[in-house]
C-alpha cells in the first residue's frame, strides 16, 4: 500500500515538473529571446506537456498536476482527502524544481514564467477570469474522468486541448494559469509577489464551482 502510495506521488511529482519546465520554460525562452516562441508557441507549448503528461502518468497518479484539481476531486468524493496534502506537496515540489533549473539554466529571466494580470487589467478583473478559466478547465477534467468516458485518450486530448485554448485566448490577460503551484513557484523565485493572492484562490474556487456544476448536471444519470 505504501510502495503504491509512493508512486502516485512521484508521478504527481514528475508530471507537475514536466508540465512546468516545458511550460514556463516556453515563457522564459520566449521572454529572454524577444519572442522567438511566440503567444501561440507557448500556448501550444502548455497544451502538449499536459497532453503528454497525463499519458505518461494518468494510471499511476490520475495526473491531477495542480493542487485546485486535487481539492475539487476531494470535494466530488473520486479522491480521499487522506491523499490531499501529499498531492498537493508533491505538486508543488515538482512545481519548484522545474523553475528552479530555469533559474540555473536562463539566470537572465526575470519572469521565469510567473502570472501577473495584464498592463490596465483590473486585478479583481483577473480573478474572475482566473477563477472561470479554472471552472472550464475542472468541468472537462471530471466529466472526461467519469463513467463510460474515462478513457485515457480521451482525457489526454481533451484536457491537453482545453488548456491550450484557454492559453491561447486568456494568456494575454493573466498568463492563464489555471494552478496555484505553477503560479507560486515563479513568483517566489522571481520575486514577483504582488498579485499572487488571485493565483492562489481563484483557481480553487473556480474548480470547486465546477464540482458542483458537475454534481447539478449529473443528478438523475
Known amino acids: ?3 503504491n502510495v509512493s508512486k502516485r506521488d512521484i508521478g504527481e511529482l514528475l508530471g507537475t515538473f514536466a508540465m512546468v519546465f516545458c511550460g514556463c520554460g516556453a515563457m522564459t525562452i520566449d521572454e529572454i529571446t524577444g519572442g ?3 503567444h501561440v508557441g507557448v500556448a501550444i507549448t502548455w497544451g502538449l506537456i499536459v497532453m503528454a503528461m497525463i499519458y505518461a502518468y494518468g494510471e499511476i497518479s490520475g495526473a ?19 491523499d490531499v496534502p501529499k498531492y498537493i506537496i508533491f505538486q508543488t515540489i515538482g512545481a519548484f524544481l522545474a523553475i528552479l533549473l530555469l533559474w540555473f539554466l536562463f ?27 479554472t471552472f472550464f478547465l475542472m468541468i472537462v477534467i471530471i466529466n472526461v474522468s467519469s463513467g463510460s468516458k474515462e478513457i485515457g485518450t480521451m482525457a489526454a486530448i481533451a484536457v491537453g486541448a482545453v488548456i491550450l485554448l484557454e492559453a491561447m485566448f486568456a494568456g494575454p490577460m493573466t498568463k492563464a494559469s489555471m494552478n ?15 498579485h499572487l493572492w488571485l493565483y492562489l484562490t481563484a483557481p480553487f474556487l473556480g474548480a470547486i464551482l465546477a464540482v458542483f456544476t458537475y454534481r447539478f448536471v449529473k443528478i438523475g444519470d
Open 64 to 82: 491531477h498536476f495542480n493542487p485546485a484539481v486535487t481539492l475539487a476531486f476531494a470535494v466530488a468524493k473520486k479522491f480521499s482527502w487522506r
Open 180 to 194: 496555484p503551484a505553477r503560479s507560486l513557484a515563479p513568483a517566489i523565485v522571481s520575486g514577483n509577489l504582488q
Open 107 to 133: 539566470p537572465e529571466s526575470k519572469s521565469f514564467g510567473h502570472t501577473y494580470p495584464a498592463e490596465n487589467f483590473p486585478p479583481i478583473k483577473a480573478f474572475v477570469l482566473e477563477l472561470i478559466l
Open 36 to 38: 522567438a516562441i511566440s
Open 1 to 3: 500500500m505504501e510502495t
